[in-house]
């Protein structure tokens, strides 16, 4: 390897998964890959890792009671695979971490001193921040000679105007509990916006972007201005905005005091209703997942409601920030809904040519794969079918950070 090439060791945590991946940088050449799925959960079927090498693909169901279990067995397949061991064959771990709260502000190499800091933002973001904890502090006890860096989720969202981040509380308050907007999903927005424009071969600073990360768990639609994020649908948590698989998005908060004082709903319950029994959980009953919506378009009423709900929705940010930022020059679609669903995109487009934005039926209907410009050939908007790749991205800032610090 020449001396400036660094092998990063991606680690991308979810409530009950692990995503892995080791990239070259700088070429970033995805050597191999990994995800650990339902781990420390009950299911139907039993937990397993899908490992790929190059073109060997395996499927291995595990023990997985824990995230230790999923890493371990995770760096078992790594050493086999190369016959080396791991800590030798990847240079630093660079971790997915959701929110940081106050304590960091972007991409930072973790020592001894920050675990403390990262401990105190555990409850900020109770699904992702502990799963992400524990492997740091793992690595931080048995992989001592192996930097570490954490890539924050929230680290985009920084450039978000006063005016777009604040709430109408006092600001005494507001100063008091640090309460504003900070918006999530900030790695895959950042990436899809460098890879329109690197396709498109404009500027990113010039560039007016709606990006719509639209996954079948968590969604938000972000505006961005001359390569900076200027307003995130997604709040102080990630339950604002979008309607969400299991997650209300946007709703009137007097409706939850209500709720609370009528009903005599404790906080936890609020939360668990909030979070994990509304959107289109809560709408359709059957499912919290979008596609099984969409199979029953035409002969279930929840169903007609639940999809129409959702698109009103990605609608009422589309329009937003279209004003926000005077009519966009690039609409981008990711993440798995956002890739897989032409019905998604067209309904989302419908009747925005005053926009400027004009889908290509044919284009949107007929998506091969990759990146593709589905935009009608009147359309003002560029519109990207683009997939996203937070383990890419999440490299690119760890070694970008790590060769900083060397040079300093």
Not at 25 to 42: C, D, H, N, V
Not at 134 to 142: A, G, V
Not at 187 to 208: N, P
Not at 247 to 263: C, E, F, K, P, T
Request: charged share 25%.
């Amino acid at each position: 390897m020449k001396s400036e090439d660094l092998n990063v060791l991606v680690l991308n945590c979810g409530s009950s998964s692990l995503k892995y991946k080791i990239i070259k940088m700088p070429e970033e050449k995805e050597i191999l890959w990994g995800e650990a799925e339902r781990i420390g959960i009950k299911t139907a079927g039993k937990p397993f890792i899908t490992h790929v090498t190059g073109t060997k693909r395996r499927v291995i169901e595990a023990e997985l009671n824990s995230l230790d279990d999923a890493f371990s067995k995770a760096l078992e397949l790594i050493k086999e695979d190369t016959g080396e061991d791991p800590s030798i064959y990847f240079d630093i771990f660079a971790h997915r971490y959701v929110h940081p709260g106050k304590f960091f502000s972007s991409t930072s190499r973790i020592l001894g001193k920050d675990i403390g800091k990262l401990r105190k933002t555990l409850e900020l973001a109770p699904i992702h921040n502990p799963s992400s904890f524990s492997l740091i502090e793992k690595c931080s006890t048995d992989y001592t000679a192996v930097p570490q860096y954490a890539v924050f989720d929230t680290t985009f969202h920084k450039t978000i105007p006063e005016e777009n981040r604040t709430y109408a509380l006092p600001v005494k308050m507001i100063k008091k509990y640090d309460l504003h907007r900070v918006g999530f999903h900030g790695i895959s927005h950042k990436y899809v916006m460098e890879e329109a424009c690197r396709f498109l071969g404009v500027d990113v600073k010039t560039q007016k972007i709606i990006s719509c990360h639209l996954g079948t768990g968590g969604a938000s639609v972000c505006a961005i201005k001359d390569g900076k994020s200027i307003f995130s649908s997604m709040g102080f948590t990630p339950l604002e905005g979008l309607i969400m698989n299991t997650r209300s998005g946007d709703l009137d908060m007097g409706y939850v005091l209500n709720l609370m004082y009528s009903r005599k709903l404790s906080i936890d319950e609020t939360e668990k209703i909030l979070n994990k029994k509304s959107g289109i959980l809560g709408v359709y009953a059957q499912s919290s997942d979008l596609r099984d919506v969409m199979k029953n378009l035409g002969k279930d009423v929840k169903a007609d409601i639940a999809f129409s709900m959702y698109i009103k929705r990605i609608r009422k940010y589309l329009g937003f920030y279209s004003l926000l930022l005077k009519k966009p020059d690039i609409m981008i679609f990711t993440d798995s809904i956002g890739i897989s669903s032409p019905l998604v995109r067209e309904q989302a487009c419908a009747n925005l040519e005053f926009l400027g934005i004009r889908l290509d039926k044919d284009k949107n209907w007929n998506y091969p794969g990759g990146i593709i410009d589905a935009a009608g050939p009147e359309s003002e908007c560029r519109i990207l079918i683009l997939p996203t790749n937070e383990e890419v991205m999440i490299a690119r800032e760890a070694y970008r950070r790590h060769k900083n610090d060397i040079c300093h």
